[in-house]
C-alpha cells in the first residue's frame, strides 16, 4: 500500500470501462488485456516525460494481480518517473478499480515499466538532461 504522499504524486494516464470482450475464460477480465493496457499507457507516459514519441518497452516487472476485475468496473491506471537511467526511464504504475458510486478505488496491480528511448534506427540514444533536471525541480524524482 502507498503512503497519501505517494499517491499524490501520481498522474492519471488512462480509463478503461471493462467490456465483455475483454474477459478470460473465468468472467474476469484478461491479464494479458490488463498488461496491454499498462503497456501503452505507461509508452504514453514515458513518451510524454521524455519528450519524445520514441520511447520502447525493455522491461516489465513483476505483475501481481491482486483483485479480479469484472465486466462494467472502470479501471484507472496511474503513473510516475521513478528513475532515470542514462537513456531509460522507469516507470510507476498503478491499476485501481474505480467505484463510480462511491468514488472509492482499490489497487489491483502495481508494477515497474522500464523505457528506452531510441533513434529512428531503434537504437538507444540518451534522455535529455533538460527532460531530467525538469523532474529533480518539480522534486517529482525519488
Ligand atoms: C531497447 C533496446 C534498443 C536496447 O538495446 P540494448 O542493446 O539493450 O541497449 P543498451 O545495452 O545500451 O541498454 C539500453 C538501456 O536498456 C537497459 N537494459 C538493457 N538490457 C536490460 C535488461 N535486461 N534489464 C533491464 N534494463 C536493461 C539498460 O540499462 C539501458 O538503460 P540505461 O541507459 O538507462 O542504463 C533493445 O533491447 C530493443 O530494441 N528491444 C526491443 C524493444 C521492443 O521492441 N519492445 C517492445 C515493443 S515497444
Known amino acids: 500500500m502507498m503512503s497519501e504522499k505517494e499517491l499524490e504524486e501520481f498522474q492519471l494516464i488512462s480509463t478503461h470501462p471493462i467490456k465483455k470482450s475483454d474477459l478470460?475464460?473465468?468472467?474476469?477480465?484478461?491479464?494479458?488485456?490488463?498488461?496491454?493496457?499498462?503497456d501503452a499507457a505507461g509508452a504514453?507516459?514515458?513518451a510524454q516525460v521524455c519528450d519524445t514519441p520514441r520511447m520502447v518497452?525493455?522491461?516489465i516487472d513483476e505483475c501481481i494481480f491482486k483483485k479480479?476485475?469484472?465486466?462494467?468496473?472502470?479501471?484507472?491506471i496511474y503513473g510516475k518517473v521513478y528513475e532515470f537511467g542514462t537513456t531509460s526511464v522507469t516507470l510507476l504504475l498503478e491499476c485501481?478499480?474505480?467505484?463510480?458510486?462511491?468514488?472509492r478505488q482499490s489497487s489491483v496491480l502495481t508494477t515497474n515499466i522500464k523505457f528506452v528511448r531510441v533513434d529512428e534506427s531503434g537504437d538507444p540514444i540518451p534522455v535529455s538532461e533538460r527532460v531530467?533536471?525538469?523532474?529533480?525541480?518539480?522534486?517529482y524524482e525519488r
Open 24 to 38: 478470460g475464460f473465468h468472467g474476469n477480465l484478461f491479464g494479458g488485456k490488463l498488461l496491454a493496457w499498462l
Open 44 to 46: 504514453a507516459f514515458a
Open 57 to 59: 518497452t525493455i522491461k
Open 68 to 76: 479480479a476485475s469484472k465486466e462494467g468496473q472502470l479501471l484507472k
Open 96 to 103: 485501481r478499480s474505480h467505484n463510480v458510486y462511491t468514488g
Open 132 to 139: 531530467k533536471n525538469k523532474f529533480k525541480q518539480n522534486n
